[in-house]
């Protein structure tokens, strides 16, 4: 690994000491020690030991039953009332969390005297992201925070040239690090994440994405959620929110789906307990607790809800804020199947893991926080592997005649859903969704191609990031002939910078 910290060229390592950049030998160091890191803490706990090939045995278990329930005379009356007993109780929790009043107001400013606000890093991984860079770097410019208390890195790959070459044209504009991540282990976020947490100088550390454009006061929302909450208080999690929900049918589905989740489910689960899965990005952590859990594990497809987890499991606490992140949602179904994909096969990933252990994991949460660990992470796959095979059995008494059960089936799967997508978008404040709750239920049918990649990437490639594409990268276009192609000589303006 120290080899691949050297593949950087001399002068590049000379442009790093001299913008304050870790040095590559340290960086392949802190590498090491990021892949072993979780597991010295607590080897059940990482997913370097494979993870979450029994469950997806099972689901693909229970859809071969049903299929075969089409062309032989097998009994499925015990599978169909499993399945119907699943829905119903997710069904009726998330009509639970639509009962719910809203989140409180956020917090009221206290005064607190100049200057006295602590180091806050902001870190983001970044690899083929050069067309986000200065929407990015704008986001976190306007952030209202002292700008000499504002710790920016950026962990970016060794290959990934373009994207260093995009933040170098912004050294004038903004000061910040680079922590450029040699080659070895698997390649993804939170490995990068993983080896550049030792680098980080902040008392609390937040995590963003390189589409995202947080609203400028979101970090003294968090930093006041710190200081009024209790000392166990380790993260705070902010929603997200998708502007471009215009733009396809797609991204308008899956801005209603982040709406259910973070107007709706997330604080639901936090008034069951103190474990929240967390979300991938615009996570406020408390440094020393994230440094004491073990940080991310680089190989966990959902690092993000596993962290969450772990950090309910040692007692610490989780709170949401109300000042949200735009996000920009995948533009097509392909790249969405993609994304959708990772996160089932992350959450069945972090389902086995934490339970590897199941009585040590109830009696650290409580009976609550377990509840809230099978809700928050079985919504995604146990939803998906719920509509493939309820929908094989409702095939199957169609043929057979059973139009009633059909139709009963399906009507009340459709209503439950869209009266849920309807009182988010309530909470969500955006009435251009009201459309898009009528084909909500369309829109679950699509996480069956994501569950069935999921289960490929469990079984074969378990730690291989499908990495979303963002910006111009994610929208098909036409090649472009050669001389109508332009090289990155400056900061461009992309369709996110509007916000």
């Known amino acids: 690994m120290r080899e691949s910290a050297h593949d950087l060229k001399p002068a590049e ?7 304050n950049d870790p040095p590559p030998d340290a960086v392949a160091t802190a590498m090491a020690q990021a892949l072993c890191r979780l597991a010295r803490i607590d080897p059940a706990l990482s997913a ?7 469950f997806a045995t099972l689901i693909l278990a229970c859809c071969i039953w049903a299929v075969s329930a ?40 206290h005064d607190v005297p100049a200057g006295s606000e602590p180091i806050w890093t902001i870190l983001v991984a970044l690899y083929h992201e050069a067309g986000s ?14 700008k000499d208390k504002l710790d920016l890195v950026f962990a970016c790959e060794a290959d990934d040239a373009e994207t ?13 690090r680079i922590v450029v991540i040699p080659k070895g282990g698997p390649r993804t976020k939170p490995k990068a994440l993983q080896t550049a947490l030792p680098f980080c100088q902040g008392r609390y550390l937040t995590v963003y994405d390189a589409e995202d454009i947080p609203t400028p006061g979101q970090i003294r929302e968090a930093w006041q959620a710190f200081r009024c909450g209790p000392d166990t208080l380790a993260v705070v999690q902010a929603p ?66 596993d962290l969450g987890i772990r950090l309910a499991r040692r007692g610490l606490t989780a709170a949401l804020i109300q000042s949200p992140t735009f996000e920009e949602g995948a533009p097509t179904l392909t790249g969405w199947v ?4 990772r996160w089932i096969q992350g959450h069945i990933q972090t389902l086995s893991l934490h339970l590897r252990a199941p009585w040590l ?42 139009w009633d059960h059909v139709l009963i089936w399906a009507s009340l799967m459709g209503v439950s859903q869209a009266i849920i997508a309807m009182m988010a978008v309530l909470r969500d404040g955006r009435p251009t969704l009201w459309i898009a709750c009528l084909a909500f239920p369309l829109y679950q049918a699509c996480q069956v191609p994501a569950l069935f990649r999921a289960f490929w990437r469990i079984y074969l490639s378990p730690s291989i990031w499908d990495k979303t594409k963002h910006g111009a990268e994610a929208r098909p276009r036409k090649p472009a002939a050669a001389e109508d192609q332009h090289t990155v000589s400056e900061p461009q303006t992309w369709i996110g910078q509007q916000l």
């Not at 860079?133 to 002292?146: A, E, K, T, V």
């Not at 020393?288 to 859990?293: H, V």
């Not at 409580?366 to 059995?393: E, K």
């Open 13 to 19: 390592v000379a442009q790093g000491q001299k913008n």
């Open 133 to 146: 860079i200065p929407s990015l770097l704008q986001g976190l410019c306007n952030l209202d925070w002292p």
């Open 338 to 341: 993609r994304q959708r994909g």
């Open 240 to 305: 997200l929110v998708i502007w471009n929900e215009q733009e396809s049918w797609i991204s308008r589905q899956f801005a209603l789906d982040y709406a259910i989740w973070f107007r709706l489910i997330l604080p639901a689960l936090v008034r069951l307990s103190r474990l929240l899965p967390l979300g991938g990005t615009s996570n406020h952590f408390d440094i020393r607790y994230l440094r004491e859990a073990g940080g991310w594990d680089p190989f966990n497809v959902t690092e993000d809800a």
């Open 164 to 176: 260093r070459a995009a933040l170098e044209l912004w050294r004038h504009r903004a000061r910040f």
């Open 70 to 109: 089409l062309v032989l005379p097998v009994e499925t009356h015990a599978l169909t009332w499993a399945v119907m007993a699943l829905a119903l109780c997710l069904s009726l929790f998330r009509l639970w969390a639509c009962c719910l009043p809203p989140p409180s107001s956020p917090l009221a400013p």
């Open 361 to 402: 994991l109830a009696r650290q949460v409580g009976s609550a926080g377990l509840l809230a660990f099978f809700l928050g992470l079985t919504a995604g796959p146990l939803n998906a592997a719920i509509l493939c095979v309820s929908g094989l059995l409702a095939f199957g008494q169609a043929i057979a005649g059973a």
């Open 48 to 54: 370097a030991k494979p993870a979450g090939r029994v």
